[in-house]
């Protein structure tokens, strides 16, 4: 693909880059095309109530997958570009950071767990999982090869650990195992996946016995990263409390049957991440350059982002009741809580690029305040919501927790012209805009 000459553009930098990106969106499709058959293989044979004690343990893992990624991958990146050469003291200090922070999150999940536990959810189901926290660290590597514009290899060991945990989910459900068994493969994904990034990693004369530690860059990671932590502790909180809540309160069929929903309507939220990625060097840059075409280029994104969202929402929407016929009859009631599970999507998507718009402008505070009042909202909604609606009352919370998180900007008047501009791309006011113009 060849672009006219344009000052400033490099062809073969956006040539690598969007070649990248590429290969990261392929391999995430391939993830999620595979992870969907199973899971839904996975949930017709565990049934309503077995679907839902397992996924109660997956949940409360996630709770704390904040505090055991330490809010450090970006960084990681940014540190890797910027000091290529320090690579073995970055890589080495990042993963000792986050080995230790998994460690410190199972007596931490076991104190959550005494406090709220999810109710049908043995905790010895829940410790099994929590080894996931320690063994993310070798998510050090996918920085890696992100900062070296890379991600193929990534690509690869995704989809060959995908492959390899779907074979071993479809045996475990030919030989007619038991859930305990589904505990330990959810589990053993994640090694999987560590193992393949390290294998992957020791490959062109680097090797992980060169990293080293340094306490003054741990310090300095820290202090960039701890808003990230609070933010993504918010973000678990209310993206994923009312799997819980409606678990306690509604039992483990209940449970089981929204988790397909949820698993059914997240599974396109890494798209936006990869966009952004994506796409937001070239916003910056436009930054540096020209302020006006950098806040165009701003609307261009949110604009985007809602001619993906919208109409992918409109079909499922519309396309749930055939979905939920690849499930037992026992799911069928979950479709209409879909239909409207779905457009929380809109708001993730919207979110996705306002949250780097945050971060690009030093506004990193604002992310987890935003974050924390989408779960107050989520909270409260499913307190009073599920004992009426049952899922579809927690679908409604999550709906309107998503869609008040991603505007909480309107009300802060140093970025409140973004809750606007998000306004203008939903109601389509800016592509009237633009077609009134030509």
Known sequence: MRFPSIPGFDQQAFEKYFKNTGMLFIGRVGSLLIKMIVSISVANYLGRSNNGVINGGIVYIYFFSAIATLGLDQFIVKELHQFPNNR?????TSFAMKIFAGFCCIPLIYLAYLIYPAK??????????????IVQAFNVIDAYFQSQ?????????????????????LLLIF??????????AYTFDFLLLSAGYYFTYQRKERNILNWSFNFKLANKLLLYSWPLIISGIMVSLYMKIDQIMLQNMSGVKEAGAYATVASLSEAWNFIPAVIVTSLFP????AKRDDI???RKRIQHLYDLMVYLSVPTALVITFAAPLIYKLYKPEYAYAAPVLSVHIWSGVFVFLGAASSQYLIAENFNKLTFIRTGFGAIVNIV????????????????????AYASATFFVIFIPKVNDQGIMMFKS?????LAQKIIKR
């Open 282 to 285: 070239a916003i910056l840059n």
């Open 149 to 169: 514009v890379q991600s193929k290899y990534i690509m690869q060991v995704q989809i060959t650990g995908n492959l390899a945990s779907a074979i071993i989910k």
């Open 292 to 294: 006006n075409r950098y």
């Open 426 to 430: 939903l109601f389509l006011i800016s």
């Open 88 to 92: 073995d003291q970055i890589l080495g």
């Open 120 to 133: 049908g959810t043995p905790y010895s189901y829940v410790f099994i999982l929590s080894v996931i926290g």
């Open 381 to 400: 909604l499913n307190l009073i919501l599920i004992p009426k609606m049952g899922m579809m009352g927690a679908a409604i919370a999550t709906l309107a």
């Open 175 to 184: 030989t007619k195992q038991p859930l305990i068994y589904f505990v330990y």
